[in-house]
């Protein structure tokens, strides 16, 4: 079974201050991450992907990743939060089996909070 | 169409009624996924299925939830004699392809309240 653990529900930035979202996971075998962003009223979008190519992934609007299977972490960083930022973020796990589709094992969310 | 939509965005109804939620699909897309997400945590994984074929249902908490999809494009989810605890938000999404590691494009949801 795959778990995700996201640590912080709540994260406060101040505007122009690095971005640091924590995720660990939890699986039997090298999975799939993802980390996707939720703004208000709006369904979820996809930030970035690991898939086993590059550890360190490189996402949509400055966001970044890296996997660490030593850790097994896939923390989330963006080195000067903007306004816009502000959003609730879930870090998510798949299984490679093609029997799997795309079900995704989602964490709790972390909301961030940007301080002007 | 340009999104995926999900319809109706509110539905508030009292203990024991059935309800039908809505997913419609981004246009050509193959798989369909429904998730809830109560208030406060992830979305959690109910069923998907590729074309009309219901693939893994193994998430829908009990027989009182069921999910079709007659033609390969809409999908409903259907759950009946409701209770409180069915209460959260139900989102949709659907992805181009059925493979391991597609982009999912998930609908606005539905917030559904039991009453």
């Known amino acids: 079974a795959q778990s995700v653990t996201q640590l912080g529900s709540h994260v406060s930035v101040s505007e122009g201050a690095l971005v640091l979202l924590r995720c660990n996971y939890s699986?039997?075998?090298?999975?799939?991450l993802f980390w996707y962003v939720q703004y208000p009223n709006q369904g979820l979008q996809l930030l970035l992907k690991y898939t086993s190519a590059a550890t360190l992934v490189k996402g949509i609007n400055g966001f970044e990743a890296e996997f660490k299977k030593s850790e097994t972490s896939f923390h989330l960083t963006k080195p000067s939060a903007h306004m816009s930022d502000a959003a609730e973020y879930f870090c998510a796990v798949s299984g490679r089996a093609k029997a799997a589709g795309n079900k995704l094992t989602f964490g709790g969310g972390t909301r961030v909070l940007v301080k002007p | 169409g340009a999104g995926v939509s999900q319809s109706p965005r509110y539905k508030v109804t009292k203990r024991g009624q059935d309800v039908a939620l809505r997913c419609d699909p981004i246009s050509g897309h193959v798989s369909l996924y429904w998730y809830r997400q109560a208030l406060g945590q992830g979305p959690e994984f109910l069923t998907y299925?590729?074309?009309?074929?219901?693939?893994?249902k193994s998430g829908l908490p009990n027989d009182r939830f069921s999910a079709e999809r007659p033609e390969g494009s809409i999908s409903t989810l259907t759950i009946q004699r409701t209770e409180q605890r069915d209460s959260a938000m139900y989102r949709c999404a659907s992805s181009l392809a059925p493979g391991l590691n597609e982009k999912l494009f998930f609908g606005s949801g539905t917030q559904l309240s039991v009453l």
């Open positions: 299925f590729n074309y009309e074929a219901q693939q893994d």
């Open positions: 699986s039997s075998v090298p999975p799939y």
